[in-house]
Structure formats: structure tokens, C-alpha cells
């Protein structure tokens, strides 16, 4: 994450040393090391597992964190009163810059990304849909009307349900960072809005 978006999630900087303290903690776990060692290992010229480790963590946690920030103070109100029905609704919504306007039909009840993600309050990946809805009836609908996705159908591919909700997984993973569309930050939709609001 840009340093500059660091005062949206961070109030002070004990708070940011708190998640900092946890992240050191995952990634002590994970490698099984000291704080020694791992204090070592981030301080090494060479890069090394428990840096790139460590670096990760720190880095996803963050921009999950300005995600969450994003859908708290401008996500929930666009997605709960179907504001999502606006051509222009991209502009203030967190996945604006992946959306493709594709909705997700659960049972017959129709869903942005957006509204699946606040309903269940997780971001919703091809596993954790088939976790909360086993036995449903799920489609994948295009803005035009035509089926994406069908998992009653004999043609349903699984790989291709999972790449198309990977993409919003990855996206969260790394919001407020710039990486595959250059001079693009992920997420600047609504940041910038983030950072008008902390201005008044």
C-alpha cells in the first residue's frame, strides 16, 4: 500500500505497530522462528522466505483493511439501497474497477458483488459460496441477460466459477497498490474519496 494511504487506516502510530505486532506473530507461526529470528532474517541484504513472508502479510492485511474502510463508509450505503442499478455506480463502488456488471443469481434472488459481499461479510470466492450455499441454484448472469455461469447445467466448469470470482478475491488482496494496469492504483475510485472526506 502507498504510504500516503496510511493515515485513512491508521490513527496513530501505535495502532499501526498493534498490526504490525500481529503480522510478526502469523508469520513467527507460520515459519515456526523466534522474534530473534525473525527480526534477523528481515534485517538479511539476501531476500529470504520469512521476508517475503512477512512482507505479504503486512501488505495484504493493510490493503484488506483500506478495503474494508472503503465498503464501510461508501460500499454499504451504495449496495444497500440498490444503487447498484445506476449506470454511473462504479464510480463510488469499492470493485468499480473490475466490475463487469455481471450479477450472481442465488435461488432466484439477484446480487452485485458488492451486495454477496456485505450479505455474508467475507469477500466471496468460488469455495466459500460452495460453503454457504451447498445445494443452492447459483448463475452467473451477464449485463446483457445471457447465463455466464450455470451450476445446474451439464456444461458448468468449475474452473471457470472460480476465475470469475478470483478476480474480486485478488482484487481485495491487493487494493490501494498499483501492479498489473500501469499508472493504475486498484481501488482509487473510491479512495480518493476516502481522502476528500478526511480533509472536512
Known amino acids: ?23 510478526i506473530l502469523d508469520v513467527m507461526e507460520k515459519n515456526s522462528c523466534t522474534k530473534e529470528e525473525l527480526l534477523n532474517a528481515l534485517s538479511e541484504d539476501e531476500p529470504n522466505e520469512i521476508q517475503s513472508d ?9 490493503n484488506y483493511m483500506l478495503f474494508k474502510l472503503a465498503v464501510d463508509k461508501i460500499g454499504r450505503k451504495l449496495w444497500s439501497n440498490k444503487a447498484w442499478h445506476n449506470k454511473t455506480c462504479r464510480r463510488r463502488c469499492p470493485f468499480g474497477d473490475i466490475c463487469r456488471k455481471r450479477l450472481i443469481e442465488i435461488e432466484g434472488e439477484l446480487f452485485c458483488y ?14 466459500s459460496i ?71
Open 1 to 23: 500500500m502507498y504510504e500516503e494511504f496510511k493515515s485513512l487506516i491508521y490513527k496513530s502510530k501505535k495502532e499501526e505497530q498493534a498490526v504490525i505486532d500481529e503480522v
Open 114 to 127: 458488492g451486495q454477496l459481499y456485505i450479505k455474508n461479510n467475507i469477500y466471496v470466492s468460488s469455495d
Open 130 to 200: 460452495k460453503e454457504l450455499y451447498p445445494t443452492q441454484h447459483i448463475r452467473v448472469i451477464e449485463p446483457d441477460g445471457t447465463i455466464f455461469i450455470d451450476n445446474k447445467s451439464p456444461k458448468f466448469d468449475i474452473q471457470i466459477f472460480m476465475s470469475c470470482l478470483g478476480e474480486y478475491e485478488y482484487f481485495i488482496l491487493d487494493f490501494g497498490d498499483k501492479f498489473t494496469y500501469p499508472n493504475k492504483i486498484y481501488g482509487y475510485n473510491v479512495i480518493r474519496l476516502l481522502q476528500k472526506g478526511t480533509l472536512k
Open 54 to 62: 512477512y512482507h505479504w502479510e503486512l501488505r495484504t492485511t493493510e
